[in-house]
């Protein structure tokens, strides 16, 4: 469980406030606007720009911390890759003797076993993606927070990459700030929407979302159409 009992971070002309936001085991999303401060929700908890960051009280399962890094994966929006193969990349964070089944396991799970001795900076945008999730899966905490994970990946890859991260969400906390709606929602537990650094919604069951809620949230008229498991958003 985490608890973000107070994180404020201000930039001077934008500020970010959030309260008593308590999130169980479980895939929740964060939505909004270009600029409504998802990102910031997630590096103000994981503690990036510190000089931004005014305020910040966490707790996971009722432990208050002072460091987030034993408790918290982050992967942000952009990373820059550098000259290391695939197989030493995906296991270079991890802290946890890995058996050598389990990790071709990994890779072939992340469809990067054809890749393992390739240098990361030869990867497409969509294979390097992959190979950060897998990197992210091994390091196995239990809070994992994700900025635009469904960038750089095509629809497959998209819905293989969200239905991995809904099964690992059975046992661990999983935070995505998305903008793929209709992907959001189809996957997501809960919703929670921004608005100029405010939660306008927090933790709404996704089955809750309403078209006036997302109409609310990007300021224009919104419609869900919901057909068995899958959900389509059109604005």
């Known amino acids: 469980m985490l608890d973000i009992h107070s994180l404020v971070v201000d930039y001077d002309d934008f500020k970010i406030i959030?309260?008593?936001?308590i999130f169980e085991p479980g895939l929740h999303v964060l939505i909004g606007e270009n600029g409504s401060g998802k990102s910031s929700v997630l590096t103000g908890v994981t503690g990036f720009?510190?000089?931004?960051i005014k305020k910040r009280e966490?707790?996971?399962?009722?432990h208050k911390l002072s460091s987030t890094a034993e408790y918290i994966s982050y992967l942000p929006q952009h990373n820059v890759p550098f000259q290391i193969n695939v197989e030493d990349f995906v296991g270079l964070s991890t802290e946890k003797k890995i058996s050598g089944e389990q990790f071709i396991g990994i890779l072939n799970d992340y469809d990067l076993i054809h890749y393992r001795n390739h240098s990361i900076e030869n990867l497409s945008g969509g294979e390097f993606k992959r190979a950060l999730l897998a990197q992210i899966e091994l390091e196995d905490k239990p809070i994992i927070m994700l900025d635009e994970i469904e960038q750089g990946l095509d629809v497959n890859y998209q819905h293989i990459i969200l239905s991995r991260l809904k099964e690992l969400a059975k046992n661990k906390v999983v935070i995505l700030a998305m903008h793929d709606l209709s992907l959001a929602m189809t996957y997501a537990d809960s919703i929670s929407g921004m608005k100029k650094g405010t939660l306008t919604?927090?933790?709404?069951?996704?089955?809750?979302?309403?078209?006036?809620?997302l109409s609310h949230i990007f300021s224009r008229e919104m419609k869900?159409?919901?057909?068995?498991?899958?959900?389509?958003v059109l604005s």
């Open 201 to 213: 919604a927090a933790k709404v069951p996704n089955h809750q979302v309403t078209e006036e809620m």
């Open 18 to 21: 959030v309260e008593s936001l």
């Open 224 to 232: 869900v159409i919901r057909q068995g498991n899958k959900v389509a």
């Open 49 to 52: 720009n510190t000089k931004s």
């Open 58 to 62: 966490l707790y996971v399962d009722n």
